[in-house]
């Protein structure tokens, strides 16, 4: 008989790791990491209630009941059934943002999330990144003006940047 | 205590100091490595609780795979080799999102451990087997299953059509 304090202390030890993680972090990846935490906190919690009786918790041997009548197993298994979904659709989410990070660092540089504030167009700052010709998620809007080819200070100082450093990333990532 | 309670404890241990290091470390490539012995340790908890078949999907899906992706998009964005200060938010933020991460796992775990702590489980491996939660999956979950692999389709077409761009 397990206990069932142990796979509680560990979700929620996972869980509160995958807030840190998610709230702490800078770089877009390790964020990614504490996502994962969370989702793997989740299932702790699921494989744990597949272990219920059918019943759920109001099934389960306390230490004072008397034993007897144990109530059938749920056919179901609905909590390893769904921990099985949820690896999937973390790993479906997980390869959906990887793949817009690698969006982002091909057009901002950078994969530090404190230095991408933008949003787009809608930005009073925003400018289009040297080398945006080969941007696919930029329209065909108005030229740059003079003003604001300099960018903003955050997302210009993290990371080399130019049209030489863009050309052989962009090249590294197809 | 039986085998199963021990290597619950061992397994456990090892992941939620995994996690934890996972989250916290300065190297970059480290907390992907943390991050696989955070999940892979995961694994055996499944297998001590009597999920064997969830803790193969993890050791394929998790270690095989989404770390493996993790490793590539640090590479790919170049991420630097070494201790590195810039990774997490400064000291401020970083005090709170402490406090946050510790005020979930005070509520999660003090919530559960009032619902369900005073009790215990006993896993059973047969019930785990691949036979019963092929039955499961193939019978009453059928619809889900197969919902989940259109969106496992959208995600694969999604990924392709942001990485690719909508010009070429």
Do not use: C, K
């Amino acid at each position: 008989m397990i206990h069932l304090a142990g796979p509680v202390v560990l979700a929620s030890v996972l869980a509160g790791a995958g807030v840190y993680g998610l709230l702490a972090r800078r770089n877009a990846v390790l964020v990614l990491v504490g996502a994962e935490l969370l989702v793997a906190a989740a299932g702790v919690l699921f494989v744990t209630a597949s272990a219920l009786p059918a019943g759920g918790l109001a099934g389960l041997e306390r230490p004072g009941a008397p034993p007897g009548s144990v109530p059938a197993a749920d056919p179901l298994l609905s909590g390893q059934v769904l921990t099985i979904f949820a690896i999937t659709i973390a790993a479906a989410e997980i390869g959906l943002a990887l793949a817009v990070i690698l969006l982002l660092f091909r057009v901002r540089r950078t994969s530090d999330l404190d230095a991408v504030r933008e949003l787009g167009e809608a930005s009073p700052t925003y400018s289009e990144m040297p080398g945006s010709a080969e941007l696919p998620i930029v329209p065909a809007g108005p030229p740059v003006s003079a003003d604001s080819a300099g960018g903003d200070g955050a997302a210009g100082s993290s990371g080399p940047s130019g049209p030489s450093g863009s050309s052989v990333a962009a090249g590294e990532v197809r | 205590m039986s085998v199963a309670e021990v290597a619950f404890a061992v397994f456990g241990l090892l992941s939620a100091v995994g996690g934890v290091l996972a989250v916290t470390s300065r190297h970059v490539v480290h907390a992907a490595l943390w991050l696989v012995v955070s999940l892979g340790a995961l694994a055996g908890v499944y297998l001590a609780l009597g999920a064997e078949v969830v803790a193969l999907v993890q050791l394929l899906v998790y270690v095989g795979a989404v770390v493996v992706l993790v490793l590539f998009a640090l590479m790919l964005t170049r991420a630097p080799i070494g201790v590195r200060t810039d990774l997490d938010a400064g000291p401020r933020r970083r005090l709170l999102a402490a406090v946050a991460g510790v005020a979930v796992a005070l509520l999660v775990g003090g919530t559960l451990t009032i619902a369900v702590g005073d009790s215990g489980v006993t896993p059973s491996l047969a019930r785990g087997a691949a036979r019963p939660l092929g039955q499961a999956i193939f019978g009453g979950w059928l619809l889900p299953f197969e919902l989940l692999s259109v969106l496992l389709l959208a995600a694969l077409v999604a990924a392709l059509a942001v990485s690719r761009g909508s010009d070429r």
